[in-house]
Each structure stands twice: as C-alpha cells, then as structure tokens.
C-alpha cells in the first residue's frame, strides 16, 4: 500500500480511487442505503470519470462520492492533499506540523489547519470507555505547557502557570489511552481510572497520594513506587512506560508543534495515542485505519471544542 501514496499525492484521481479502495475495498457501495449495485458516472463524451468522481446507486437512485459520510465531506480540498495529509500525520512519530502540510501542499494555513484537525478527530478512538484497558495498567500524570509568556511568572512543577494537567494509563506493552484533567485531586484521578480501566486489572502509579485508595476498586490491586524517595523500579513494579509516553508526547509538543492551547490539546491527545497504540503496525498498514477511522465522524464549524 506504501508504493500508492507518492502518486496519490501527485495525482486526483489516484487519490480518489486510493480513498475508495481503503474505504470499500472490492465492493462499494451506496453509502446512502447501503446497496451493492452501484456505478462509477462517467463523461458521456470522453468515457472518462466523471469530473467530480461521483457514483450512482440504482436502488435509491441517489449520487455521491467517497467524501460522503468521513470527515472530509464538504471539503473544497483535493483529495490529493488529504492523502498526503493522512500520510505524514501516521508515519511521523512527533507529529507534522500544519505549516509544513502548507508549504508542502501549497495551500493556505487555515486549510492545512483544516487538514490536521479533522484527522486528529478521526484518529479518536470511537468508543473508549467500551473498550477498557486490561492486565498490568500503568498510570501517571503530567503538565504539558510552555514557559511563562511574562517574567516574574516563573511557578515550576504541579500547578505552575499555563500548564494543563494530563492522566495517561497504558498497558504494559500494550494500549494507551490519555486525557486531560481538570487537576489532579484524588477525586479526578481515580475517577478516571475507573472510566478507563478494566477492574479485573493491576494497577501501578507513583507515590502520589491522589492515588490511595483505588486498589480497593480493581482485582489485581494498587502498586506503587516511591518517587519522593527516588525509588523507580521495584521488580516489574513503575511507571516508566507512562512517562516514555510522555516524554514523546512533550517532545513533538516542543519540537514540532512548539505550543498548544488548551482547547485543542486533547486533539493532539488524540493523535499520539493512535501513534503509539499503531506502533506495531508498519507505514501502510497505519495509514489504512486511520483512513478507515475517519468512515461515519464529521467535525463541523460550530461544533464545540471539546469534541
């Protein structure tokens, strides 16, 4: 599949059909009634594909085309530059910045910003809290923020200045799931535990004491390591894997984005859990979810921020 992006990047009707085969593979469809019978409209003149690549069912008579019912619906864009689009944002482990999909697309920022925020909504997991991490489930918490804009602001470490509070719970070697936080009170934590873990599972964290008590709640118990006595590693007992996943999450923060306001973070949240948990996956294969991921989720102008 890899060997398909570069002319899809180069070429419209690449891209579309590229965009149709991840979306219907061998079998399209209606994706109004769901019906197989189905064709491609073509130029009564030129037997070529219709100018704007559309599709006819002949069950419901409607017409539409692969934009129809994904996140790229309505979009003005050429396909050409959500298939690079989708391209960098999976295979870049730090992330792409919106400017760079600019100068490489030769499209406004505001379209590149376009680009980047519908496929991070895409990328979000569609039901999280079905799916519930299991086994040995590390979890942590972080602030991700720059540097004061104004001296004699300089508060470091738990509620410094401009910082948000993130919880991140991963599996030992497995899934990931992060989220930001109001703060990191006892309350707040442990609730998010419950809402994401399985309670037949083994949790691990630091020595924070927003921590006690949660091990009543889970089969396997509470373990920690003493952080305040710089204790990190007890048998298969930290939270290194946790703080791995920040530490990539801070670094494409700082080097790629350099800032990211509070009302988009947990997009970019969004982005780095699909990054890790496709971490296994080679570049093709990667992209194909992520294509497939966007089927059925729009993100409209008046949607609110936090979805």
Not at 28 to 37: E, I
Request: charged share 25%; with cysteine.
């Amino acid at each position: 599949m890899v060997e398909e992006i570069p002319l899809a990047c180069s070429n419209e009707l690449a891209a579309v059909e590229f965009f149709e085969r991840r979306r219907w593979g061998n079998n399209p469809h209606c994706v109004h009634c769901g019906s197989v019978d189905v064709h491609k409209m073509v130029d009564s003149k030129t037997g070529q594909r219709n100018k704007r690549y559309l599709w006819r069912c002949h069950d419901c008579k409607a017409q539409y085309t692969v934009r129809i019912g994904a996140v790229y619906e309505e979009s003005r864009l050429p396909m050409r530059h959500w298939a690079y689009a989708f391209w960098r944002a999976s295979t870049s482990k730090k992330g792409v910045a919106a400017l760079e999909i600019q100068r490489h697309c030769q499209i406004s920022y505001k379209s590149a910003l376009f680009l980047m925020n519908r496929i991070r909504f895409a990328m979000a997991p569609d039901n999280p809290i079905a799916d519930k991490l299991t086994g040995t489930v590390e979890c942590d918490e972080t602030y991700v923020g720059g540097k004061p804009r104004y001296k004699g602001f300089s508060k470091r470490g738990r509620g410094a200045a401009n910082k948000v509070p993130v919880f991140a719970a991963v599996e030992r070697h497995g899934r990931i799931r992060r989220q930001v936080v109001a703060d990191v009170c006892g309350k707040t934590l442990k609730g998010a535990i419950r809402e994401m873990v399985d309670n037949q599972s083994r949790i691990l964290t630091d020595d924070l004491r927003s921590y006690i008590g949660i091990g009543a709640d889970f089969a396997g118990g509470h373990h920690t390591v003493a952080h305040s006595t710089h204790e990190y590693v007890r048998g298969d007992i930290h939270t290194n894997t946790a703080e791995s996943s920040f530490a990539l999450l801070k670094r494409g923060i700082t080097g790629i984005y350099h800032s990211v306001s509070k009302e988009y973070l947990h997009r970019y949240l969004w982005q780095f859990d699909f990054l890790w948990n496709g971490r296994k996956l080679n570049d093709g294969e990667r992209i194909a979810v992520a294509i497939k991921l966007a089927e059925g989720k729009r993100l409209m102008y008046k949607q609110p921020l936090a979805n």
